[in-house]
């Protein structure tokens, strides 16, 4: 299964795009990318998933490398509330469908 | 989004006791839920994927018969943690996929902290 690198933690200011940055050099051809965030004591929650092309949805949006090694979530607007970790998975291949999740990235943001 | 409700959202026992916790989807089938659970500053560790109707596939080092799962229709299933010790406290969440989408998202639950006194 192919495995993230995420960095430990991020700091963004309020109103300012947050761009959090995943490695995943060993990703194969038929897996997805997917992003999910956990707030303290809450379930994880989905945001956005790919496959080679861009992703924009109403939370996010996820850039993939045109050699789909790494790929950047970003919330162009952050604000308080977009405190939380977030975890860039790559999805096991096979129907199956499991989700393992990495260490992700705490991002804290300030006022 | 679609919405998957766990029950209870707490629970305190005392050791050796059993408790069961529930994870239904609320709007839509689930062929496959997901139990993982979290302990204080780590990540989510993946205990088992269950299937509807089949018996549920364990990841290394979970055990089964401490682990019970039952998914006996689309949109229930059950983790039952067996003689509870306090070292079994922890937060589990399940997660469950739509029947209609491999590449669709999972979705989570809101998760369960387990105390175990």
């Known amino acids: 299964d192919a495995k993230t690198t995420q960095p430990p933690s991020m700091d963004c200011a309020e109103g300012r795009a947050a761009n959090l940055p995943c490695n995943h050099s060993?990703?194969?051809?038929?897996?997805?990318v997917y992003w999910y965030r956990q707030i303290h004591s809450q379930g994880p929650q989905y945001i956005i998933h790919g496959l080679k092309n861009n992703e924009t949805n109403e939370m996010a949006s996820l850039i993939i490398t045109e050699d789909r090694k790494s790929s950047t979530l970003i919330l162009p607007h952050a604000t308080l509330r977009d405190t939380a970790v977030y975890y860039c998975?790559?999805?096991?291949?096979?129907?199956?469908?499991?989700?393992?999740f990495g260490q992700g990235t705490t991002l804290q943001v300030k006022p | 989004g679609a919405v998957v409700s766990q029950h209870p959202s707490r629970v305190i026992c005392k050791s050796g006791t059993s408790v069961k916790i529930e994870c239904r989807s609320l709007?839509?089938?689930?062929?496959?839920m997901f139990w993982y659970r979290q302990f204080p500053k780590q990540s989510l560790m993946l205990m088992a994927t269950?299937?509807?109707?089949?018996?549920?596939?364990?990841e290394q080092g979970v055990e089964k018969d401490k682990f019970l799962i039952n998914h006996a229709s689309l949109t229930l299933s059950t983790l039952t943690v067996t003689s509870a010790h306090p070292e079994d406290s922890s937060f589990y969440i399940c997660?469950?996929?739509?029947?209609?989408?491999?590449?669709?998202?999972?979705?989570f639950g809101e998760g369960s902290r387990l105390t175990v006194l």
């Open positions: 998975i790559v999805r096991v291949s096979g129907n199956t469908g499991k989700l393992i």
């Open positions: 269950s299937n509807e109707g089949s018996k549920a596939t364990y």
């Open positions: 060993t990703i194969s051809g038929n897996e997805y």
């Open positions: 709007d839509f089938q689930a062929t496959t």
């Open positions: 997660s469950a996929r739509s029947a209609s989408g491999y590449t669709g998202e999972l979705f």
